[in-house]
Structures are given as structure tokens and as C-alpha cells.
């Protein structure tokens, strides 16, 4: 597999696939579409699924089909396409585990503060992705990098994914990006969880996917090196965070919008 570049001045790489591993079928599917677009049209492109989603809303929302299973499917995923594997970890001991298949460990936001779960991640010498948690400002996340630092691990990345808005509602505040840059680690917007409606009184997450395109060429615009979007052939019937998945099928024309935006800047 072709090593992942995250560096390009002139462009934007991007982490995608749906929320979680559902099942084999639809994670190749996702993964295979997104490759072909991303080869088609030059984007560095990593495919993002958990094997696991400990932070949900209600006891009976889906967190997948067990560890092992879901990360056996990563596995096949990544050797058969030759794509980068980012998933997230929740507690340290996950962290060689899932060291074993992902290129890209991520730190999921409510966890971002975690030390010791920053510690176990770093020393795997992975590239850590940490989010910006929904109630911490960009100057803290500095804080955050450097416990990855400490441990001789360079490879970080972090990701503003919005801030909490209310109780039901988060805004992205763009200038926590550039914020953010100064630090010298690669800058992520996370499109779609940033536009998450959380804590609704079904017990399952809200969100607004008509606007995304307006929030990706917003983050292109102040310069993020990568985008996350999280997407599905079936974002309705997704069994988790559907509610603000971008469908697979309009990946492509987005891309090519930003793209187009990109050399315009």
C-alpha cells in the first residue's frame, strides 16, 4: 500500500467512509467508490470506519458487530484496495490493537483531554487524529498535541468538528482552523459531525446534510489540509449518524467543486 500524503499546499486530502462497520458489503462498497473518485481526480484519500462506536446516545443504538470481526473487515479493506485505514479508539488498551490495521488512530472529541488514552496512541507511532472537543477552544488543543509529542510520536493531526451550541446544536467556528495551524500539525475540518443536531429527545442524533457542500468550501476557503466527510450508499438507512451523512452518490460532484475552489484561492 502507497504511503498517505497529507502535505500538499496546492490541495486537500480527505478521510471518508461511513460512521461505523455495518457489514462487509456496504464498508468495500463505500471504500471502493471513494477510491475511484479519489484516484480519478487526484485527492490523497484515507478511508475512515469504526470498528466500534462507544459514544452513543441511547442503549439500543447499533456499536457495532465486535471488535474483532470489524477489524478483520479493515483489514481486507486495506490490503485488497490498498487504501489508509483511520479508525477511532476509546480506551488505551484498544490502542495496539487497533494499531495492527489502522494507519491513523483517532481520538474521538468527548475524549480529546484523556491522557493516558494520548499516551497509549502516540506510542504506537501512528499518526494520531485528535478532534476538538464540542466544549474546548482551539488554543487548547495544543495541550492535547503535546501529550502525543511527549512520547516522541510527531504524527499529529487535529480536527475541529464543532463547538456546542445550546443543548442541541453545534456551529463550526472558522477561525479555529488557522487557530489551529499555528501549532504546525495538519488542520481537519470534520464536515458532517460538525453539522450533528446531538441530544434529541428520540434518543438519536439530529443533523443538517443540505449543508454540507456550504461548510466544506468554507473550510476550503480558510485553508484546511483535509476534509472528513462521513458518507454511505444509503444515509436513511445508515445505523449510525445517518441523520448527517453526505450520500455517496454526490461525493464526486462535491469534490470536483472543491477542487475548483481550491485553485481559485
Known sequence: ????????????????????????????????????????????????????????????????????????ILKKVKSELGV????????????????????????????????DLLIAAAKTGKYINIKKGQFLSPEAMKFAAQKVVNEGNNNVMLTERGTTFGYQDLV????????????????????????????QNSGVTGGQPEMIEYMAKAGIAVGVDGLFIETHPDPKNAKSDGANMLKLDLVENLLEKLIRLKKSL
Open 172 to 199: 463550526i467556528d472558522f477561525r479555529s482552523i488557522p487557530k489551529m495551524k499555528e501549532f504546525g500539525y495538519p488542520v481537519i475540518l470534520d464536515v458532517t459531525h460538525s453539522l450533528q443536531q446531538p441530544n
Open 1 to 72: 500500500m502507497k504511503s498517505f500524503v497529507i502535505n500538499q499546499p496546492d490541495s486537500f486530502f480527505l478521510i471518508a467512509g461511513p460512521c461505523v462497520v455495518e457489514n462487509e458489503e456496504i464498508t468495500f462498497a463505500t471504500a471502493s467508490k471513494l477510491k475511484l473518485i479519489c484516484d480519478k481526480l487526484a485527492i490523497p484519500f484515507i478511508f475512515k470506519a469504526s470498528y466500534r462506536k462507544a459514544n452513543r446516545s441511547s442503549i439500543n443504538s447499533f456499536t457495532g458487530l465486535g471488535d474483532i470481526e470489524a477489524i478483520q
Open 84 to 115: 489508509a485505514i483511520c479508525t477511532d479508539i476509546h480506551l488505551p488498551e484498544e490502542a495496539e490493537m487497533a494499531a495492527e490495521v489502522a494507519d491513523i488512530l483517532q481520538i474521538p472529541a468527548f475524549l480529546c483531554r484523556q491522557t
